[in-house]
Nanobody, 117 residues
Framework: QVQLVESGGGLVQPGGSLRLSCAAS????????MSWYRQGPGKERELVAT????????NYADSVKGRFTISRDNAKNTVYLQMNSLKPEDTAVYYC??????????WGQGTQVTVSS
C-alpha cells in the first residue's frame, strides 16, 4: 500500500517561504518520478513541479519558476518543495504524487498553504 504524507504547510505572509515535505512508503521510491500539484480555491488543479526518479531533471510551471525548487532524497524516501517569495495566488492545497514507469500515479492527502497578510 503506497502512502504519501505531505507536511510543512501553513499560513505565511506574502514574500515569505515554506518548505513542504512528502514522505513516501510502500513503494520503491528511487524508481518513481515525483511531482507536486496544487489546487487553489475555485481553480483547476495545476502541476507545479516534477522531478525524475534520479533527481537529474526538474520541471516547473511558469507561475513558480525562479521561486520554487523541487528536490528529493532517495535515502529518506522524501521529496521536498522549497517555496520562496510566496504570493497570495500561491494559496492552495498542495499534493504530492508518485508515478512509476508504467505511469501509475498515487496521491497524497494534501497540505494547505495559505499566503496572506
Amino acid at each position: 500500500q503506497v502512502q504519501l504524507v505531505e507536511s510543512g504547510g501553513g499560513l505565511v505572509q506574502p514574500g515569505g517561504s515554506l518548505r513542504l515535505s512528502c514522505a513516501a512508503s510502500g513503494l520503491t521510491f528511487s524508481t518513481h518520478a515525483m511531482s507536486w500539484y496544487r489546487q487553489g480555491p475555485g481553480k483547476e488543479r495545476e502541476l507545479v513541479a516534477t522531478i525524475t526518479s534520479t533527481g537529474g531533471v526538474t520541471n516547473y510551471a511558469d507561475s513558480v519558476k525562479g521561486r520554487f525548487t523541487i528536490s528529493r532524497d532517495n535515502a529518506k524516501n522524501t521529496v521536498y518543495l522549497q517555496m520562496n517569495s510566496l504570493k497570495p495566488e500561491d494559496t492552495a492545497v498542495y499534493y504530492c504524487t508518485a508515478r512509476d514507469r508504467l505511469k501509475r500515479t498515487d496521491w497524497g492527502q494534501g497540505t494547505q498553504v495559505t499566503v496572506s497578510s
